[in-house]
């Protein structure tokens, strides 16, 4: 069974420009998450999807941050424009669903450095 | 907001001794997991502990969920190199049962030779 793939693995920006993230979960699971996590820290939740709603933005800087889950499948992750605070690991994590269980499935991360 | 302190923040040991992580919060929890994260990579599973009193383990890994499902600890017997790594719990909150997690910042464990 294939993993959570995440792409790109590494990013390199200036500050003000903006950047994507992609994600694609494990086949048939319904929920996908993106975590920001700094160095030092653990993965804080950013936005949660159950198919293509979202669950949970609460964490979510929306002035500067957006997602998106078109078809429920995969998921892009937006900044723009991104500042310097913004360089972590953004971690992408799928589950079968919210409502059966805290069970997540993480892929590798994308490292994002902001100049 | 529900908080996970995790100790200690950071344990440098040699390869062969034992040691104990713990994480601690105010708030109960439906269910508790503990995480292992490489560098480089993204945390991976280790246990998920759902009933207070909880004990299992996992090779050399030992994990114990407290009686009021608020605190939990890990402890590894003989430690091995290949045990260096970020180690993180997440709680899911109350009784809901549902996926969304809360982290704790970690305790980073190297072993050395």
């Known amino acids: 069974e294939a993993g959570v793939a995440q792409s790109p693995r590494y990013k390199i920006i200036e500050k003000r420009q903006s950047v994507a993230f992609w994600c694609n979960p494990i086949?048939?699971?319904?929920?996908l998450y993106w975590y920001q996590q700094i160095l030092g820290q653990g993965p804080k939740l950013l936005i949660q999807?159950?198919?293509?709603?979202?669950?949970?933005d609460s964490q979510l800087p929306k002035d500067r941050f957006s997602a998106e889950r078109l078809k429920g499948v995969d998921s892009t992750l937006k900044i723009q424009p991104a500042k310097l605070e913004d360089s972590a690991v953004y971690l992408c994590?799928?589950?079968?669903?919210?409502?059966?269980?805290?069970?997540?499935?993480f892929g590798p991360g994308t490292r994002l450095l902001v100049l | 907001t529900q908080l996970l302190e995790q100790s200690p923040q950071f344990l440098s040991i040699q390869e062969g001794e034992n040691l104990t992580v713990y994480c601690n919060s105010s708030?109960?929890?439906?269910?508790l997991q503990w995480y292992r994260q490489e560098p480089g990579e993204g945390p991976v599973l280790l246990v998920t502990v759902v009933t207070g009193g909880e004990v299992k383990k996992l090779k050399r890994l030992t994990f114990q969920f407290g009686d009021a499902r608020k605190d939990s600890s890990l402890h590894i017997t003989a430690a091995q190199t290949g045990d260096t790594g970020l180690y993180l719990c997440a709680g899911a909150p109350g009784n809901s049962g549902y996926s969304t997690l809360t982290f704790g910042k970690g305790t980073m464990l190297l072993v050395s030779p």
């Open positions: 086949s048939g699971h319904a929920t």
């Open positions: 708030s109960v929890f439906s269910s």
């Open positions: 999807f159950q198919n293509n709603g979202v669950v949970d």
């Open positions: 994590a799928s589950s079968l669903s919210h409502y059966t269980g805290p069970t997540q499935y």
